[in-house]
Nanobody
Framework: QVQLVESGGGLVQAGESLRLSCVAS????????MGWHRQTPGKQREMVAVIKSGGVTDYADSVKGRFTISRDNAKNTVYLQMNNLKPEDTAVYYC?????????????????WGQGTQVTVSS
């Protein structure tokens, strides 16, 4: 199982910025997509941003122009730069990675979620 470790959440004021990071534990990966989702109590988890092979990106309408997703393939890491944060961005943010992991004698597809990191934006 590929483990994901997130970091970078915290408490900020409206208009400030945060940068989230998520690193995948295994070193021999072929990653198809990496993304960030968020969830607030009583609501479904929603996609925030996704980056696929070749660098194709997709964003939720609510974050376009403010958030930027990027990846470092050599480090198996995905980032989410969040600028001009708003109180409605307050949520637990989850990293998601999909791809293939290669072991010494076999390979298998995987889809993993991080443990979540809290982002709180005060007005």
């Amino acid at each position: 199982q590929v483990q994901l470790v997130e970091s970078g959440g915290g408490l900020v004021q409206a208009g400030e910025s945060l940068r989230l990071s998520c690193v995948a534990s295994e070193t021999t990966l072929r990653i198809r997509a990496m993304g960030w989702h968020r969830q607030t109590p009583g609501k479904q988890r929603e996609m925030v941003a996704v980056i696929k092979s070749g660098g194709v990106t997709d964003y939720a309408d609510s974050v376009k122009g403010r958030f930027t997703i990027s990846r470092d393939n050599a480090k198996n890491t995905v980032y989410l730069q969040m600028n001009n944060l708003k109180p409605e961005d307050t949520a637990v943010y989850y990293c998601n990675v999909e791809g293939t992991v290669y072991y010494s004698d076999y390979a298998t597809d995987f889809g993993s979620w991080g443990q979540g990191t809290q982002v709180t934006v005060s007005s």
